[in-house]
């Protein structure tokens, strides 16, 4: 073989053994961790990876349970939780006894909308008339397999300066536990959310006390400050009366929004979290196809503020997107 054809030949195999590698690349399956099926994990989980599929990038669910710590060592590169949730995780505070710092956000998917609910008949229509009733009243508590959920309701009280301990507690397993519970007479206070289907489950077997309403929370600056003290990451917004909503049927109520976030960790490749960040950001359309809770998406709002930081991939989107981060 002469010294061009040898030439030839190793610039060929080089470039074969590119293509190779950049096929081995692209080719990558990166795993999205979601909870069980019909959970809103789950469905997010599936919306995610779609878009990210039609983007190009190799996605696959994968159901967990209590998968957080699996993002922060990279056992799977992305995963959903609420925005407090995410912060307790990163700080080993709350309901977490040791930190995840190499945790990191890509963004907001879009917001959750909850409350403290009762039985309308109580003419529980704010947390000044909790308070004045506590000491009558039973509440859903521990919701030993969903542990988030208590500091939720431990921020609804603490915005009118009140605690679990104020009230008769009622153990409960979980969210849904606690609201079957509401429905069924067994508690007088639990946690909702918005337009949840237990949630109008239960009020339908309350029909003869008017249903369920939710208690509207101090807005005052006050009200937000000791709100914030237990959901730092969360918000108090108002939202009108609405006859069509279940809780809403009656007056203007507060309600606690929190973010509901997209996850990874610091070893995760910045192209990778940038093509992922920019293929939910600009895929709204499709995302609400798959799941219709993206509806709520806006992705001027995807990078609050919160204790765990972005991720570079994600923040050179936002940057590029005019995305404000941290507001």
Request: glycine residues 12%; hydrophobic residues 40%.
């Given at each position: 073989m002469n010294k061009l054809s040898k030439a030839l030949s190793v610039g060929l195999f080089g470039l074969a053994m590119g293509a190779v590698g950049a096929s081995t690349a692209s080719a990558q399956v990166v795993t999205v961790a979601t909870g069980a099926q019909g959970s809103l994990a789950y469905n997010s989980g599936q919306a995610v990876a779609k878009v990210a599929n039609d983007a190009g990038i190799t996605a696959r669910t994968q159901p967990l349970v209590g998968y957080l710590p699996l993002i922060n060592s990279g056992e799977v590169d992305f995963g959903f939780s609420n925005g407090v949730e995410a912060e307790y995780a990163y700080t080993g505070t709350g309901n977490y006894?040791?930190?995840?710092?190499?945790?990191?956000?890509?963004?907001?998917?879009?917001?959750?909308?909850?409350?403290?609910?009762?039985?309308?008949?109580?003419?529980?229509?704010?947390?000044?008339?909790?308070?004045?009733?506590?000491?009558?009243?039973?509440?859903?508590?521990?919701?030993?397999?969903?542990?988030?959920?208590?500091?939720?309701?431990?921020?609804?009280?603490?915005?009118?300066?009140?605690?679990?301990?104020?009230?008769?507690?009622?153990?409960?397993?979980?969210?849904?536990?606690?609201?079957?519970?509401?429905?069924?007479?067994?508690?007088?206070?639990?946690?909702?959310?918005?337009?949840?289907?237990?949630?109008?489950?239960?009020?339908?077997?309350?029909?003869?006390?008017g249903g369920l309403c939710y208690v509207s929370l101090d807005d005052s600056v006050i009200g937000t400050s000791l709100f914030k003290g237990f959901l730092p990451a969360g918000d108090i917004v108002n939202l009108k009366q609405n006859d069509k909503i279940n809780g809403l049927q009656n007056y203007d109520v507060n309600l606690m929004q929190i973010p509901w976030v997209l996850m990874t960790n610091a070893d995760v490749s910045e192209e990778l979290v940038y093509n992922l960040t920019k293929a939910i950001a600009e895929g709204r359309d499709a995302l609400k196809a798959t799941f219709g809770a993206f509806a709520r998406a806006n992705p001027e709002k995807m990078a609050p503020k919160n204790v765990m930081p972005y991720h570079p991939g994600a923040l050179k989107y936002y940057e590029e997107a005019g995305i404000p981060v941290g507001k």
């Amino acid at each position: 073989m002469n010294k061009l054809s040898k030439a030839l030949s190793v610039g060929l195999f080089g470039l074969a053994m590119g293509a190779v590698g950049a096929s081995t690349a692209s080719a990558q399956v990166v795993t999205v961790a979601t909870g069980a099926q019909g959970s809103l994990a789950y469905n997010s989980g599936q919306a995610v990876a779609k878009v990210a599929n039609d983007a190009g990038i190799t996605a696959r669910t994968q159901p967990l349970v209590g998968y957080l710590p699996l993002i922060n060592s990279g056992e799977v590169d992305f995963g959903f939780s609420n925005g407090v949730e995410a912060e307790y995780a990163y700080t080993g505070t709350g309901n977490y006894d040791r930190t995840n710092g190499n945790m990191r956000l890509v963004g907001t998917m879009f917001p959750l909308t909850t409350g403290l609910m009762a039985p309308c008949d109580l003419g529980l229509k704010s947390v000044d008339d909790l308070k004045a009733k506590a000491s009558e009243l039973r509440i859903a508590s521990e919701y030993t397999s969903s542990t988030i959920i208590p500091y939720y309701i431990m921020g609804g009280l603490a915005n009118a300066g009140l605690k679990y301990e104020d009230f008769q507690m009622v153990p409960v397993a979980n969210f849904v536990a606690g609201i079957n519970a509401l429905g069924d007479g067994l508690v007088d206070i639990a946690l909702v959310s918005l337009n949840a289907g237990a949630g109008q489950q239960a009020s339908v077997k309350l029909q003869d006390r008017g249903g369920l309403c939710y208690v509207s929370l101090d807005d005052s600056v006050i009200g937000t400050s000791l709100f914030k003290g237990f959901l730092p990451a969360g918000d108090i917004v108002n939202l009108k009366q609405n006859d069509k909503i279940n809780g809403l049927q009656n007056y203007d109520v507060n309600l606690m929004q929190i973010p509901w976030v997209l996850m990874t960790n610091a070893d995760v490749s910045e192209e990778l979290v940038y093509n992922l960040t920019k293929a939910i950001a600009e895929g709204r359309d499709a995302l609400k196809a798959t799941f219709g809770a993206f509806a709520r998406a806006n992705p001027e709002k995807m990078a609050p503020k919160n204790v765990m930081p972005y991720h570079p991939g994600a923040l050179k989107y936002y940057e590029e997107a005019g995305i404000p981060v941290g507001k």
